[in-house]
């Protein structure tokens, strides 16, 4: 394989963002795809990390042809946000977690090319989520770096990113292993915000009505007062003959 370290063949060179290729085979593996990326982009905010989906990864320096496009990569120690591209020498990391959202077209890229490049890379975690059944049973496969190789992962755990992963439908569920909360996709997100904002205007409701009731209440007792006063009682004369 080609060496990562820097060249000085690298002056000059373009390294194009886009090949003019479809982001995903279907809207099931764009959706799947779209949804991990925000995902775990709002998991990582605050972090030395970045998330990037479907972008090139040149690992080579020197080399533009020698590149791949990860579905969704997740990389530490390095500033935040988007780029249109990853140069690993660069950047100076290489990234931790990969996705591939796999389908039978192309399971042999994915089996055999990405997984032995990831291999190579060191890329710590690789997981294939087959988002429609098409030849993971299970639909999501995931391996880990041992050694040089990478070995089955089975207890479902993502170590770099401490999530816990599993299959609900066409996507990935995301859960956090300190507090087993699952991470919200933008549907579930906009719901949860959705009901937080009518409960607190619940909350609010109730306070007011509760002020209503307190005026309401202090409102009869001056009026029950001046009627005393009418049949000169004086109300606010304490104790009895």
Same mark, same amino acid.
């Given at each position: 394989?080609?060496?990562?370290?820097?060249?000085?063949?690298?002056?000059?060179?373009?390294?194009?963002?886009?090949?003019?290729?479809?982001?995903?085979?279907?809207?099931?593996?764009?959706?799947?795809?779209? !949804?991990?990326?925000?995902?775990?982009?709002? #998991?990582? &905010? @605050?972090?030395?990390?970045? !998330?990037?989906?479907?972008?090139?990864?040149? #690992?080579? &320096? @020197?080399f533009p042809r020698l590149r791949v496009a990860p579905d969704v990569m997740v990389i530490f120690n390095v500033l935040p946000g988007g780029r249109d591209n990853y140069k690993i020498w660069e950047e100076g990391q290489v990234p931790v977690v990969i996705f591939e959202m796999t389908s039978q077209g192309t399971k042999d890229q994915d089996t055999v090319a990405k997984k032995t490049l990831y291999?190579?890379?060191?890329?710590?975690?690789?997981?294939?989520?087959?988002?429609?059944?098409e030849w993971i049973e299970q639909q999501l496969q995931g391996y880990r770096l041992q050694g040089e190789e990478y070995e089955p992962i089975t207890d479902g755990r993502s170590q770099p990113l401490e999530l816990r992963l599993q299959v609900e439908g066409q996507l990935i569920g995301f859960y956090r292993e300190d507090t087993k909360e699952k991470l919200l996709i933008p549907e579930e997100l906009k719901q949860a915000v959705k009901q937080e904002r009518l409960a607190r205007q619940q909350a609010e409701l109730q306070v007011e009505q509760e002020r209503l009731a307190r005026q309401q209440a202090e409102l009869q007792v001056e009026q029950l007062k001046k009627q005393l006063r009418g049949l000169g009682v004086d109300p606010d004369t304490t104790g009895t003959r």
């Open positions: 394989m080609t060496s990562l370290l820097p060249t000085s063949q690298s002056t000059g060179i373009f390294y194009p963002s886009s090949d003019g290729e479809p982001l995903a085979e279907t809207y099931v593996h764009l959706y799947a795809l779209l !949804v991990t990326l925000e995902v775990l982009r709002q #998991y990582l &905010q @605050g972090r030395q990390a970045t !998330v990037l989906g479907d972008q090139f990864l040149y #690992y080579a &320096q @020197g291999e190579q890379l060191g890329v710590l975690e690789y997981w294939l989520f087959d988002p429609k059944g």
